[in-house]
């Protein structure tokens, strides 16, 4: 009987490990990059979620809402880093307190438009398709394939263009970049805007299997922190192995246990992982150094 799940158990640890992914790649760049312990995550991807129930409400069409979503997460972002966040860069507590007092403001006005009740957005692609005689659901694999071109695109744009060459100048050492000519301020400005607009995308992904209440963007604040934190802040593809460890593991455990115990079996790995250093932040710290240390000798 295990072996004949076998299919459906595998998909669903691919879905998990995405969403891991995915609700963790915009605080990549806030918390991860920018160092903003940015407790308003939860709540951009909270906004991502109702602008495109709103948008269905009001046109009928879900793509429209998950396509504007990103734009209206992006844009509260950049409002919050403009209005508040760019004065607390050097000061870590004090952002701390701001990103969690703008949270509550936003989960308050959230509920105060929509209502606590339950809302649900409508699955754009419905139905399921066979794959060796079981049905997988075409809007998970949509996730999963969501997630991997945004990953690899996001890869590639901070390797390969100009604003990801002054962004990662800019997190290695601010002083130095604003000397040549780079502009710190709005290198920083893109970076948290960015990071919100894909809160918001994944927010507008994920609503379709969820059920919206303003404490939507709650269930996921705790395990994007720890994504990030144990892949390596700054380290994408570090998020990736973490999202992946993490998502699978409590995907295979839920099969095993109830959900309670999983998610506290997968806190435990998670500080763990955090006392061991990250995984492969480590790693690339030690390839970057490996050089300089053969040119010395």
């Known amino acids: 009987m295990i072996l004949g799940f076998l299919p459906v158990d595998s998909f669903n640890v691919i879905v998990l490990a995405a969403v891991f992914v995915l609700v963790a ?3 990549h760049f806030t918390f991860g990059m920018l160092n903003v312990v940015n407790l308003v995550h939860g709540e951009l991807i909270l906004i991502g979620a109702y602008t495109t129930l709103q948008v269905q409400k009001t046109t009928g069409n879900v793509l429209l809402g998950m396509a504007l979503a990103p734009l209206v997460a992006g844009v509260v972002g950049l409002a919050m880093e403009r209005g508040v966040l760019r004065f607390l860069y050097e000061r870590p507590l004090d952002s701390l307190l701001a990103t969690f007092g703008l949270s509550v403001i936003i989960r308050q006005v959230v509920q105060f438009i ?7 957005v409508r699955n754009p692609i419905g139905g399921s398709f066979l794959l060796g005689g079981f049905n997988i659901p075409w809007w998970r694999l949509v996730i999963v394939l969501v997630t991997a071109v945004l990953l690899v695109g996001l890869i590639q744009f901070l390797k390969r263009s100009r604003f990801g060459l002054h ?3 800019t997190v290695a050492n601010p002083v130095l ?3 040549m000519g780079i502009n710190s301020a709005a290198v920083r400005a893109g970076l948290f805007t960015l990071g919100s607009a894909i809160a918001g995308l994944a927010g507008a992904m994920l609503a379709p299997i969820s059920t919206l209440n303003p404490q939507f963007g709650l269930l996921f604040l705790v395990n994007s922190f720890l994504v990030v934190i144990i892949g390596g802040k700054g380290s994408l593809r570090g998020l990736v192995v973490a999202g992946v460890v993490l998502g699978g593991t409590l ?3 839920q099969f095993l246990i109830s959900t309670v115990l999983a998610q506290i079996l997968i806190l435990v790995i998670a500080i763990i992982g955090v006392r061991v250093r990250p995984l492969l932040g480590l790693v690339r710290e030690e390839r970057e150094l490996r050089p300089l240390r053969s040119t010395t000798v």
């Open 177 to 179: 970049a604003e000397t």
């Open 251 to 253: 995907a295979a455990l």
């Open 25 to 27: 790649t915009g605080l």
């Open 114 to 120: 929509f209502s606590p009740n339950p809302q649900t």
């Open 167 to 169: 962004a990662r100048a």
